[in-house]
């Protein structure tokens, strides 16, 4: 008999128990019970992948385009490619700034003139210059201790002969034989045990494309000064 009254003493507490957990009894706890029973739609799934997928994307953006924003490491703490590129622009970048400025002049008076270079007039000079270094592998040799890649000596080679037709076209120049004469005496030394008449078109070719050169200069100063050129760093 006392086990009987000891259970039925326990099921009356637990129905108190449960009366008190009674949402309409008390509020405080019908408000608990809501949002703790309450399970996560689709909707909470979906952020949650997105969030994993776009920090995928960081990851692999970063990585991928890592020397973007780290140009080194020195041992755990990075040079930044920005720091790189403040002491390059402090140190080159007048000098260089002033060799863009110029291009960008030259290309814009051979557009004005009708002036271009075709890719073959590049191709033959590089053949020539393959000549002159042994072959193509050691030009290659030469452009990488020089930093400069294939693509920037077509580039140096192309405005180089739009200065060699601007000069062309706005100058005439004419070398005297007594000229060359007058340098191949001055300068026998360098040619060494050649005869001037084995040389004398070769040296009137070098002193015309000084002239022009010279000539080339002066005008292409007076281009720049009529220029409208606005310069953004000290």
Same mark, same amino acid.
């Given at each position: 008999?006392?086990?009987?009254?000891?259970?039925k003493?326990?099921n009356?507490?637990r129905?108190t128990?449960?009366k008190?957990?009674?949402?309409?009894a008390?509020?405080?706890?019908?408000?608990?019970?809501?949002i703790?029973?309450?399970k996560p739609?689709?909707?909470?799934g979906l952020?949650?992948?997105l969030?994993v997928?776009v920090?995928a994307?960081?990851?692999?953006?970063?990585?991928?385009?890592?020397?973007?924003v780290?140009?080194?490491?020195v041992?755990?703490?990075?040079?930044?490619?920005?720091e790189?590129?403040q002491?390059l622009?402090?140190?080159?970048?007048?000098?260089?700034?002033e060799?863009?400025?110029n291009s960008? @002049?030259?290309? *814009?008076?051979?557009?004005t003139?009708?002036?271009t270079?075709? +890719?073959?007039? =590049? #191709?033959s000079? /590089?053949t020539?210059?393959?000549?002159?270094?042994g072959?193509?592998?050691n030009?290659?040799?030469?452009l990488l201790?020089?930093g400069?890649s294939?693509?920037?000596l077509?580039?140096?080679?192309?405005?180089?002969?739009?200065?060699?037709?601007?000069?062309?076209?706005f100058?005439?120049v004419?070398i005297?034989?007594?000229?060359?004469?007058?340098?191949y005496?001055?300068?026998?030394?360098?040619?060494?045990?050649?005869?001037?008449?084995?040389?004398?078109e070769?040296?009137?070719?070098?002193l015309?494309?000084?002239k @022009?050169?010279? *000539?080339f200069?002066?005008?292409?100063d007076?281009v720049?000064? +009529?220029a409208? =050129? #606005?310069?953004? /760093?000290d």
């Amino acid at each position: 008999m006392a086990i009987k009254s000891n259970t039925k003493k326990s099921n009356n507490l637990r129905s108190t128990k449960i009366k008190k957990a009674n949402p309409a009894a008390d509020p405080v706890v019908s408000s608990t019970v809501k949002i703790s029973d309450k399970k996560p739609g689709r909707g909470f799934g979906l952020q949650i992948l997105l969030v994993v997928l776009v920090g995928a994307a960081i990851f692999l953006v970063a990585q991928r385009y890592r020397s973007v924003v780290v140009a080194a490491f020195v041992n755990k703490t990075p040079i930044t490619t920005l720091e790189l590129h403040q002491v390059l622009s402090r140190r080159y970048g007048k000098a260089v700034l002033e060799e863009l400025i110029n291009s960008r @002049l030259v290309r *814009e008076e051979a557009i004005t003139n009708g002036i271009t270079v075709g +890719k073959e007039e =590049i #191709s033959s000079e /590089i053949t020539k210059l393959e000549e002159k270094f042994g072959g193509t592998e050691n030009l290659s040799t030469a452009l990488l201790q020089y930093g400069l890649s294939r693509s920037d000596l077509d580039d140096q080679i192309e405005l180089r002969l739009l200065q060699q037709k601007l000069a062309d076209k706005f100058f005439k120049v004419e070398i005297a034989d007594a000229d060359v004469q007058k340098y191949y005496d001055s300068n026998k030394a360098i040619y060494a045990d050649a005869k001037f008449d084995d040389i004398k078109e070769e040296i009137k070719s070098n002193l015309k494309d000084q002239k @022009l050169q010279e *000539e080339f200069t002066k005008w292409f100063d007076e281009v720049k000064q +009529k220029a409208k =050129i #606005s310069i953004f /760093i000290d």
